[in-house]
């Protein structure tokens, strides 16, 4: 009978809310980085989803593939272990739920609890097979500049104008020497959603960090660093343009953000999987708590 009950049970809004709650609930920890997992909630939910192939419609969020060790062990997703086994807390208090729900509304929460936009989702994703892990080298690479960045994002779909918008994220978080081997935070703020990393880019003096480790750049105070793959946002002149919009315009970075997140988090989820024909507007716990 209670095997019965648990199958047929068919979640809603309500329900997904829960769940966004219970992510709220577990972001924030004094003892992980720099005090939250908000940022590296972000990083699973884009590295889940960016993997899409527009050309044959492989890959994205639709099958959680990043389960199998074959897309977990990928160098750009060293690290996110440590996200997934965080947020399985949370499925293991909401069995229902996929792993491409999870992970993308992990993304969303991290991005509306830490200050930044309403980010449009909704559920029906389902978990997928091993056999539908995709291949290495779908991920941008931060040694690469402009040309490299247009390969990988044009393959999902995305334009120069999306690659300056999502590249905003890197307002949070950091880079890990154990991970990426790179170092260090993009901005003064890595947990609150901003267009500081825009701001920084355009009006900071940035040069070559002398270290032993792979070629990154630092600011004049020598915390904060930007990659390679960054910095191509200001020496390439189409990108450029809209850094100079994103630094100037902190409501059209968080108008933009919004719609091109949303976009990558729905990449290669076939519409009739949906539960509603529309995304929805998840709230945040500031707006349930007044
Ligand atoms: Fe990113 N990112 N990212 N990134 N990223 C890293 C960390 C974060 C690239 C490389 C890196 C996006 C685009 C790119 C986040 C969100 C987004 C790191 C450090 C590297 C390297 C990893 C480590 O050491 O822990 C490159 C190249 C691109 C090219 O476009 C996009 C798009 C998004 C989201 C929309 C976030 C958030 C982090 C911080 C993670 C953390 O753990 O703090």
Redesign the pocket.
């Known amino acids: 009978q209670a095997i019965k009950a648990a199958t047929n049970f068919t979640p809603s809004k309500d329900d997904y809310q829960k769940v966004y709650n219970a992510i709220a609930d577990i972001l924030e920890d004094n003892d992980y980085?720099d005090g939250s997992y908000g940022?590296?909630f972000?990083?699973l939910a884009?590295h889940s989803s960016g993997t899409y192939d527009k050309n044959d419609g492989t890959g994205g969020s639709n099958y959680a593939t990043m389960r199998f060790p074959s897309e977990a062990q990928h160098g750009a997703n060293a690290?996110l272990d440590v996200a997934r086994a965080k947020i399985e807390e949370v499925k293991e208090k909401f069995p229902w739920i996929s792993y491409g729900d999870l992970w993308t509304l992990g993304g969303v929460c991290a991005i509306q609890e830490m200050a930044g936009p309403k980010i449009p989702w909704r559920p029906g994703r389902i978990d997928g097979f091993a056999k539908d892990a995709t291949p290495d080298g779908r991920l941008?690479?931060?040694t690469k500049v402009a040309d490299h960045?247009r390969t990988i994002f044009y393959r999902m779909g995305f334009d120069d104008h999306a690659?300056v918008a999502?590249?905003g994220?890197?307002a949070?978080?950091?880079?890990?020497r154990d991970?990426?081997g790179?170092d260090g935070p993009w901005t003064f703020s890595p947990t609150t959603f901003t267009n500081d990393y825009f701001e920084l880019l355009m009006n900071d003096k940035w040069t070559w960090r002398k270290w032993d480790g792979p070629k990154q750049l630092q600011d004049k105070t020598k915390t904060l660093m930007m990659?390679p793959?960054d910095f191509a946002l200001v020496q390439d002149k189409e990108f450029k343009k809209w850094v100079k919009v994103y630094a100037e315009d902190s409501n059209k970075f968080f108008a933009d953000f919004s719609k091109y997140?949303s976009e990558?988090l729905e990449l290669g989820v076939p519409r009739a999987q949906f539960v509603s024909s529309e995304p929805w507007i998840m709230k945040t716990t500031e707006e349930q708590s007044s």
């Open positions: 980085d940022p590296v972000v990083r884009w690290g941008p690479d931060a960045l690659i999502l590249s994220a890197h949070l978080g950091r880079c890990h991970r990426s790179f990659l793959s997140f990558l």
